[in-house]
């Protein structure tokens, strides 16, 4: 992933640090979808989609820059952008998802980053595999596990 410190500084150094620490060292992406939200979702420890760092912090992008109006209209989350997961304004911890393909939401998840060409080649293989029992909100097919997250600075 590269992420884009310029649209959302707090999440992109709250993720990083993260990594550093191996907070993602072998942990299970826990959900797949498909249909209008098309995700592969990482970054609980827990692997069940409610752990977290026990911390939280603010949206950012898309969410701060929409005003009421737009906060209600749906946008795309293109395929290959990266955003955090949530349970609501403020909620942000270490879970996010990965845009397989394009995705409608409300503006609600911080945008952050996105997948490379190789990393989208990875992504396409597990969303061929789909949700478990052929379900279209999930657990992927086959286990899917960060075994390692890195930062290299640019």
Same mark, same amino acid.
Do not use: W
């Given at each position: 992933?590269?992420?884009?410190?310029?649209?959302?500084?707090?999440?992109?150094?709250?993720?990083?640090?993260?990594?550093e620490s191996g907070?993602?060292?072998?942990?299970?992406?826990?959900?797949?979808?498909?249909?209008?939200?098309?995700?592969?979702?990482?970054?609980?420890? !827990?692997? &069940?989609?409610?752990?977290?760092?026990?911390?939280? $912090?603010a949206n950012e992008?898309?969410?701060?820059?929409?005003?009421?109006?737009?906060? !209600? &209209?749906?946008?795309?989350?293109?395929?290959? !952008?990266?955003?955090?997961?949530?349970?609501?304004?403020?909620?942000?911890?270490?879970?996010? $998802?990965?845009?397989?393909?394009?995705?409608?939401?409300?503006?609600?998840?911080?945008?952050?980053?996105?997948?490379?060409?190789?990393?989208? &080649?990875t992504l396409d293989?597990?969303?061929?595999?789909?949700?478990?029992?052929?379900?279209?909100?999930?657990?992927?097919?086959?286990?899917?596990?960060?075994?390692?997250?890195?930062? &290299?600075?640019?």
């Amino acid at each position: 992933m590269e992420l884009d410190r310029a649209l959302a500084p707090c999440t992109t150094n709250a993720i990083a640090s993260l990594a550093e620490s191996g907070y993602y060292t072998d942990t299970v992406c826990h959900r797949m979808t498909s249909g209008q939200l098309n995700v592969l979702q990482c970054g609980d420890p !827990s692997g &069940k989609g409610s752990g977290g760092p026990g911390f939280q $912090f603010a949206n950012e992008y898309p969410t701060d820059e929409a005003d009421d109006a737009a906060a !209600s &209209k749906p946008v795309i989350y293109p395929r290959g !952008s990266v955003a955090m997961a949530n349970a609501g304004a403020g909620t942000n911890g270490s879970q996010f $998802f990965l845009n397989y393909e394009d995705s409608t939401l409300a503006p609600d998840y911080t945008y952050f980053g996105n997948v490379g060409d190789e990393g989208l &080649k990875t992504l396409d293989k597990i969303a061929e595999t789909g949700v478990e029992g052929g379900a279209s909100d999930g657990a992927p097919a086959e286990e899917v596990k960060i075994t390692k997250a890195t930062v &290299k600075n640019s």
